[in-house]
């Protein structure tokens, strides 16, 4: 079915167009974060690299509520051309900012693609009900979620290799316009999916009409409990991505190399995972194993925090090859990508059930409320980690890893209580129109 999927019309041109979206994001978060390191001292780095993230997710705060109501209330497929035909201009902007080294120019076009990101989300989510069969949502699912984490890595990687010395910007441009043009064209393709409430009111308020979805949310109990759900398994891979690198720089002294290895580690483990948890659903809305995988991510977690806990003080700098062949080295690895394919396994099927829960006419402002909802608790979760390493606190890192894989293991309590069961996604599916199925 997965592969299947691939070459439909139902599907790959927004397989593909979310692919591109995702790459581009984060080779331009990247190629910010380059010019800044080179460009800035090293003290005033950190802190404008942590904005060039805060400029990406702050729309989502202010326009999450706009993004829902546009994707319910107009044609999904004719408002995501218009938003990539945005977007081709805000490259522009990239491409300038980029080629006379303007931070300002750079953060701007972040901040834009945070927009038309934040305006897109509803629709790549809320359509796929739309066009796919109930058999095929949780592929569809682990399919774009699993090259969504595929090309976040690509971005990065790509953004990265801007910095260095022989890469000429006439390249980077090109690069940058290639993109850009390949996710426009791709998106064009994508099958029509009518309003089922056209003419739906736009509410002026837009941070109100953004909270509201949280709101929306929590008077269904299901969609409820399965937004956070989605939200946990963002909190804590953010947590932990944010955790794991300066612990394997603190406590085993590896470099920069081994950094990039880690963040490759985990996107493959996601990937595994949601793809994992879509051959496992054989057509299915499965929610009988979501708890026992919040419980495996807490146990990898907690193996991770003791590993490092317990490790001897760093005699110099590691490299990637001895790290890899390093004992603890390894058990990180095995951690990482254990957490991450736990992750999949999880996100995939709760995810795959509030979209099957959610009334067609309402289903792109209940994603946007799952957004908005994974934002605010990604916040939390940096918040208060970053609380508990102020200098007067200063928990160290490993019991930190070892605090949150516990409260994993809470929350597979909390979910193996409170998630339905696979038979209550089932009956509340809405199938799929005869018309959409025929765009095969």
């Keep these: 079915m997965i592969f299947k999927l691939l070459v439909t019309r139902r599907f790959a041109p927004l397989f593909w167009s979310q692919f591109f979206s995702a790459f581009n994001e984060n080779l331009v978060r990247n190629m910010l974060a380059m010019i800044i390191l080179f460009k800035v001292g090293a003290e005033q780095a950190g802190p404008l690299v942590t904005l060039a993230l805060a400029a990406f997710i702050a729309p989502s705060l202010v326009l999450s509520g706009l993004g829902g109501q546009l994707a319910d209330g107009h044609d999904k497929a004719r408002v995501a051309r218009w938003l990539k035909l945005a977007e081709m201009g805000v490259q522009v902007l990239a491409a300038l900012g980029y080629w006379f080294n ?110 509201s979805l949280i709101g929306d949310l929590r008077r269904d109990r299901r969609m409820w409990v399965g937004g956070l759900g ?73 193996d991770a925090g ?3 806990a317990t490790a001897p003080e760093p005699t110099g700098r590691l490299s990637l090859s001895a790290f890899l062949h390093s004992g603890i080295g390894l058990r990180l690895v095995f951690d990482l990508m254990g957490l991450a394919c736990a992750g999949g396994l999880f996100s ?63 929350a597979a309590v909390y979910f193996g209580r409170n998630l339905p069961d696979a038979a209550a996604a089932a009956a509340a599916y809405i199938p799929v129109d005869a018309a959409v199925r025929a765009g095969e």
Aim: aromatic share 8%.
């Design 102 to 211: 303007s931070i300002a120019a750079l953060y701007a076009a972040l901040f834009l693609l945070g927009l038309i990101a934040t305006l897109y989300t509803p629709i790549k989510y809320g359509i796929l009900p739309d066009h796919l069969r109930r058999e095929e949502l949780t592929a569809g699912n682990a399919l774009v979620e699993g090259a969504g984490f595929v090309a976040i890595l690509l971005g990065l990687a790509a953004g990265g290799l801007t910095g260095l010395e022989g890469v000429s910007r006439e390249l980077v441009t090109a690069e940058l316009v290639v993109v850009a043009v390949l996710c426009l064209a791709s998106t064009w393709f994508i099958p029509a999916a009518p309003s089922r409430v056209p003419g739906l009111h736009i509410d002026r308020n837009l941070v109100g009409s953004t909270f």
């Design 306 to 308: 003791w590993a490092t």
């Design 230 to 302: 989605s939200g946990w398994f963002w909190l804590s891979g953010s947590v932990a991505l944010v955790l794991v690198p300066v612990i394997v720089k603190q406590r085993i002294g590896a470099g920069v190399e081994v950094e990039t290895a880690i963040s490759l580690f985990f996107a493959i483990g996601v990937g595994v995972g949601a793809l994992l948890a879509g051959w496992l659903a054989r057509g299915r809305i499965v929610l009988k194993h979501a708890p026992y995988a919040v419980a495996a991510m807490g146990l990898f977690l907690l």
């Design 348 to 410: 995939v099927p709760v995810f795959s059930a509030v979209q099957s829960w959610a009334a067609p006419e309402r289903r792109a402002r209940v994603v946007a409320g799952v957004g908005v909802l994974n934002a605010v608790m990604m916040i939390v979760g940096a918040g208060v980690t970053a609380v508990f390493q102020l200098p007067g606190i200063a928990v160290p890192n490993p019991i930190l890893l070892l605090a949150l894989g516990a409260v994993n293991l809470g």
